[in-house]
């Protein structure tokens, strides 16, 4: 079988699988008879992984196999897919977890030894839930306590492929002093700009007093004009009311004027309708004499 077939095969199983596949898993889903060697597996794998380095997703071996994950640096956008929140863990939980992942096989008492609290059972049944540790076996001494270890699902969840790409306790030491020098040097940079912005500010506030005592005339010939503006505005307002004024006594005039007119034309229009009243009534009176006669 060509490569470029074995790698469409591989990439489309591991795509397709929810769970990922180990090399030998992926070597039977072919026939018998047209198996690849483990050779040719494992150099379609690496050409796949190779085939990712310019992709959002990378091609990687944890403990249970292969799978296709998303690229760490894509993270920010990935999760907001997911709208619920990734769960928050107690540093008693964390601690909890790293003394098994370290030390194990080892029992809930030796894990309490080294914590000096009691371990709270809930702890030690919420990591067995999320089969992140397991029983694996006991300790020969009366009681014989449970002997605790991590599980394969332990190392696929934080991308491991085995116990040997846990970090050394020496490489955690140095972590967490390089954090102690870091919050140090932190510390004193903040230090260090708090004072400089502050004799920035210091600064730019004599610089504006300055600046105003220098233009302390300016000043007053500003006030000057506003008061000249302001009489001019006084001035405005007077003449605006004796125009309005005008206007108000113009329309009284029209006003009595039509009021005026109005009443000689309803006069007028009384004096139509009594001439109008007077000869229908003088003409009845005529009709009604012919009719006698």
């Known amino acids: 079988m060509e490569q470029a077939q074995l790698k469409q095969i591989i990439e489309a199983a591991l795509m397709a699988f929810d769970e990922p596949m180990s090399t030998q898993k992926l070597a039977n889903l072919f026939e018998e008879d047209e198996r690849p060697e483990m050779s040719a597996m494992t150099e379609a794998l690496q050409s796949l992984q190779d085939d990712c380095e310019h992709r959002g997703v990378e091609l990687k071996q944890v403990a249970s196999g292969w799978r296709y994950q998303a690229k760490q640096d894509t993270t920010p956008w990935i999760k907001k897919l997911w709208q619920e929140r990734p769960p928050k863990y107690t540093k008693a ?43 694996v076996g006991h300790r020969d001494v009366p009681g014989r306590p449970e002997l605790l270890g991590t599980t394969k699902d332990f190392l696929d969840y934080f991308n491991l492929k085995s ?28 230090e260090e700009t708090i004072a400089a912005a502050q004799a920035q500010d210091k600064a730019a506030a004599d610089a504006i007093q300055e600046e105003i005592d220098r233009r302390g005339i300016e000043l007053s010939d500003e006030d000057e004009i506003e008061a000249e503006i302001a009489a001019v505005e ?15 006594t113009e329309v009284a005039v029209v006003e009595e004027t039509a009021v005026v007119e109005e009443s000689a034309a309803e006069d007028e229009l009384e004096a139509v309708e009594e001439e109008a009243e007077a000869e229908a009534e003088a003409e009845e009176e005529s009709t009604a004499a012919n009719q006698d006669m």
Not at 164 to 173: A, D, F, V
Not at 234 to 248: K, R, Y
């Open 163 to 190: 116990l040997s790409e846990l970090p050394t306790l020496k490489e955690i030491q140095d972590l967490d002093i390089m954090g102690t020098e870091l919050e140090t040097q932190l510390q004193l940079l903040s």
């Open 234 to 248: 006084e001035t405005m307002v007077d003449e605006d009311a004796e125009v309005e004024d005008d206007i108000d």
């Open 93 to 135: 939980f964390l601690e909890t977890l790293a003394l098994v992942a370290y030390r194990q096989p080892v029992t809930r008492a030796e894990i309490e030894d080294v914590r000096g609290v009691a371990v709270n059972p809930n702890i030690i049944k919420s990591l067995i839930e999320r089969d992140w540790v397991k029983v």
